[in-house]
């Protein structure tokens, strides 16, 4: 399970700047179709590790499911925000245009 956790933390780090992707998304990437919520638990404890952009990780409706577990609950939002994501009650903008799909995106 060690080495999941490190290929979660390889693959958001490829996520570019202004785009999102989802849990289940990395998850189906590595193999782990059940595994989203693992996915979400490895960057629960990623969040401060500058070279894991946790924040562009969002759950499958584009929604900031994540938030919390940031240093404060509106900064996961900043960090977007900054990048030219357009959040609105907590839900991206134009999801389905910045999905990120590992899937489509790379190939490993």
């Given at each position: 399970m060690p080495?999941?956790?490190?290929?979660?933390?390889?693959?958001?780090?490829?996520?570019?700047?202004?785009?999102?992707?989802?849990?289940?998304?990395?998850?189906?990437?590595?193999?782990?179709?059940?595994?989203?919520?693992?996915?979400?638990?490895?960057?629960?404890?990623?969040?401060?590790?500058?070279?894991?952009?946790?924040?562009?990780?969002?759950?499958?409706y584009g929604f900031l499911s994540g938030k919390q577990h940031f240093q404060t609950v509106s900064y996961m939002e900043e960090l977007l925000t900054k990048e030219g994501v357009i959040i609105k009650n907590d839900m991206v903008l134009n999801f389905n245009d910045l999905f990120w799909d590992p899937s489509i995106e790379l190939r490993w």
């Open positions: 080495d999941f956790f490190k290929d979660v933390r390889e693959v958001v780090a490829l996520i570019p700047k202004g785009r999102v992707s989802t849990y289940g998304a990395i998850a189906r990437f590595l193999g782990a179709s059940k595994s989203s919520r693992v996915v979400g638990w490895v960057l629960n404890k990623s969040v401060n590790v500058d070279q894991v952009p946790a924040h562009r990780v969002v759950n499958r």
